[in-house]
């Protein structure tokens, strides 16, 4: 079977927008400090203080309309165990990320092309990887970006377990499918973005929702806490040089 070029096209168009679900800062090595001086509100201070269980193993889900990331990650240990999948025009795509100390592996599931069998892990060279927090690979300890977005709220108010506000998406790189390209085409709206934000009885972040137009994103957290038993697949081999380009990295 052959893929049609303009299905082709469609599927990996969404999939360089779904890429970015796969986390969107420069991985520091923990949450953000809020903001000292008076204009920091204190419900702004009480939500980035709920990222603090993000320090230690969790997992996460991203949902948005092109698709979903999806795994667990040890930023301790420098672990992450995710999966991004896309579909578009009847035809999807599964990409399946190990990071492990440092590197990251690679696997693709679902276009009936070479590579894209679901048979092999391919290596990915760190040095190649141009777009930060792509699939996660350089994102090890926030992959879903919510640091930086937490960082770029504003007006925050908080009722019960419930923060809702607004964020300046010109503050953050990525969050889900907007890139800086299309935070640009937002225009000013995107420097007020809206956002509901959920804690749980012990004030740990468990829901982040951005209604960007078109398209809100949902990041929801769990099993914080948890550890990955993840390792390096045997036998991978080096990511094809025309790869990195299909996939946005």
């Not at 990996?12 to 991985?27: D, F, N, R, Y």
């Not at 690979?137 to 007006?155: E, M």
Request: glycine share 12%.
């Amino acid at each position: 079977m052959r893929v049609r070029p303009a299905l082709f096209a469609a599927v990996v168009s969404a999939l360089v927008a779904v890429v970015a679900l796969a986390g969107c800062t420069s991985g520091g090595s923990g949450p953000p400090r809020p903001t000292t001086g008076p204009s920091v509100a204190p419900s702004q201070s009480e939500l980035a203080r709920s990222l603090r269980a993000l320090s230690g193993g969790y997992k996460f889900k991203v949902v948005a309309k092109e698709g979903t990331y999806t795994g667990g990650i040890d930023p301790v240990a420098g672990l992450l165990d995710a999966t991004v999948s896309v579909s578009s025009d009847g035809a999807s795509l599964k990409i399946d990320t190990i990071g492990v100390g440092g590197s990251a592996y690679i696997r693709l599931t679902g276009l009936p092309m070479p590579g894209f069998d679901g048979a092999t892990w391919y290596r990915v060279d760190p040095a190649r990887v141009t777009r930060p927090g792509s699939l996660g690979l350089s994102a090890i300890k926030d992959p879903t970006g919510v640091q930086a977005l937490v960082a770029a709220t504003r007006d925050v108010r908080r009722e019960d377990r419930a923060f809702t506000g607004t964020v300046d998406l010109t503050r953050v790189t990525t969050w889900g499918p907007v890139n800086i390209p299309q935070v640009i085409q937002l225009g000013e709206v995107a420097t007020r973005m809206p956002f509901e934000a959920t804690v749980d009885e012990q004030d740990r972040l468990v829901a982040m929702k951005v209604e960007i137009p078109d398209n809100p994103v949902t990041a929801t957290y769990s099993d914080f806490g948890s550890t990955l038993t993840t390792t390096a697949p045997s036998g991978a081999t080096p990511l094809p040089d025309h790869l990195y380009g299909m996939l946005g990295l």
